[in-house]
């Protein structure tokens, strides 16, 4: 990530990634989410805003260590899941949350997206895992909080590079994915559903 960019220039990094999800019809409603890290802060869009109206100011930022609101306004609630995969894994400096079709189809399911082709294997190393499924005390308690900690618990017990596994399926929920830059997730979360979508596709063909 260039660190010689203003304050401004990333929020409007930010707010380019999130219209960008949204305009791809990885996001439904307002279910969807991108950030991107600046050093030891984050940039993520706020919580529940029309993308169409929002702008570049209107972004927030977070300080990674303390958690601790640093400009704008109520950030979105995925904070705490962004925040606790931001302090696991240094080399991650864009993350994306959405709830597209076919990958939150699979991750409902809590399956994994086994690794059936050539396209699946360009871009991730073995299948696409899913998280185990949260406690009740878990979903009752802070549920962002420990959606971020299930994932990189997962991530760590595979033994695997995040960034040759840049994306998970939180069981119930939907995906996550991440990169070295906001657009490196952006383009993995794209990805993600059109690997979604083939490997469902593959499955049905071979039940005929």
């Known amino acids: 990530m260039k660190k010689s960019l203003s304050t401004l220039e990333f929020k409007l990094l930010c707010l380019k990634a999130n219209k960008q999800i949204f305009s791809s019809g990885l996001v439904f409603d307002t279910f969807g989410n991108a ?5 030891n802060n984050f940039v ?12 570049a100011e209107d972004m927030s930022i977070v300080a990674v260590q303390s958690g601790k609101l640093i400009e704008g306004n109520n950030p979105s609630s995925d904070t705490p899941t962004h ?15 959405t709830h597209s ?6 991750a409902q399911a809590a399956k994994s997206i086994p690794c059936l082709g050539t396209t699946h ?3 991730w190393k073995g299948e696409i895992p899913v998280t185990r499924e949260l406690t009740v005390d878990e979903i009752n308690g802070e549920y962002e909080l ?9 991530i ?3 033994r695997v590079d995040p960034l040759e596994c840049p994306g998970i399926l939180v069981a119930h929920h ?9 657009e490196e997730a952006v383009k993995n979360a794209e990805r993600l559903e059109y690997i979604a979508k083939l490997a469902w596709m593959t499955l049905q063909l071979n039940q005929s």
């Open 146 to 154: 420990e959606t971020g900690k299930v994932i990189v618990e997962t």
């Open 35 to 39: 950030s991107l890290k600046v050093s």
């Open 83 to 97: 925040l606790t995969l931001y302090r696991a894994f240094n080399d991650i400096w864009g993350i994306t949350h």
């Open 101 to 106: 079709l076919y990958a939150t189809a699979w």
């Open 174 to 182: 939907g995906p996550f994915t991440w990169g070295s830059t906001v």
């Open 121 to 123: 294997a360009d871009y």
């Open 156 to 158: 760590k017990e595979l």
């Open 44 to 55: 993520i869009k706020p919580s529940r805003i029309n993308l169409m109206e929002c702008t």
